[in-house]
């Protein structure tokens, strides 16, 4: 039996109402027996994924970038005696991809507070909860753009190398709850919601995503495991580019996105 997932876990799942939460929600409840609150803005949306899951699901709306909410999520936990095994941080924005600027920040400055104060906020509320349960786990999803910087994405960058170097630090600090930091590449979600790209380039971008779901499996086998997960081909490449060029490989990548001319990249 697996000691982090099983009939006996109690799991707290940001950004549950769609992409990688949502399939570790389905994930965890069907071939685990876990029991998964999942969190989410959109109540309607986390209706339907109840209506698919049952009673194992339970709906809890808030909005992960706000600390009192986190606040409340902890006290509704602490005064009905619940027990949390896990917590999943997958709740992020990814806005156009753009240059920055002054009105870049103004336009997108959720992107803090949904990819990077939630799972400060998540750490600081939870973790109490955490330390007295049996086998607690906590699992940040981070994103290939932590393994290596370019042009275009400096917010949503920047969210995601601080959500990576926070998520290990933290590893290092507390023994009994195990802290796993994932970076997927390019997946099948709507965090593309907000891009420009034309029909065919999205159905390009599809052909090199992963599969939320085969991300979901991925996390879910390799967590009890492994501290550090990388998804994906893209994502491994950007590692290896880092690793080995680390001055010029943002700036390849740079060339090579802007020497596709898909509109998706006209702003860089």
């Known amino acids: 039996m697996n000691k982090y997932f099983n009939k006996h876990t109690t799991v707290l799942i940001t950004g549950a109402s769609s992409g990688i939460g949502k399939e570790l929600s389905t994930l965890l ?16 949306k986390l209706n339907l994924v109840k209506e698919a899951l049952g009673e194992s699901f339970i709906c809890l709306p808030f909005d992960a970038g706000s600390l009192s909410e986190w ?19 997958c709740a992020g ?11 870049y920040y103004e336009e ?11 799972v400060i906020y998540s750490a600081s ?8 349960s049996e086998n ?5 999803v981070s994103s290939s753009s932590a393994l290596c910087p370019f042009a275009g994405v400096s917010l949503y960058t ?18 009994k709850v195990k802290v796993v930091t994932v970076m997927p590449g390019f997946t099948k979600t709507n965090v593309m919601r907000s891009q420009t790209a034309t029909e065919k380039e999205m159905g390009l971008i599809d052909k090199i995503s992963n599969n939320a779901e085969k991300v979901a499996k991925i996390i879910i086998k390799k967590s009890p495991k492994k501290r550090r997960i990388i998804i994906g081909a893209d994502a491994h490449f950007m ?8 001055s010029s490989a943002p700036r390849f990548l740079t060339w090579f996105i802007k020497k596709t001319k898909m509109k998706i990249f006209e702003k860089i």
Do not use: W
């Open 29 to 44: 409840i069907k071939e685990y027996g876990a029991t998964v609150f999942g969190s989410g803005r959109n109540i309607e």
């Open 71 to 89: 606040e409340r999520v902890y006290n509704y936990f602490y005064e009905n005696g619940l027990k949390l095994n896990c917590v999943i941080n």
């Open 93 to 103: 924005v990814l806005p156009a991809f753009s240059k920055f600027n002054k009105n």
């Open 108 to 118: 997108n400055k959720s992107v803090l507070e949904i990819n990077l104060n939630s």
């Open 125 to 132: 509320t939870m973790l109490p909860l955490l330390n007295e």
């Open 136 to 140: 607690p786990i906590m699992i940040n």
């Open 158 to 175: 920047a969210t995601k190398s601080a959500v990576t170097a926070f998520s290990e630090s933290l590893s290092c600090e507390n023994d």
């Open 239 to 246: 590692n290896f580019l880092y690793k080995f060029f680390p």
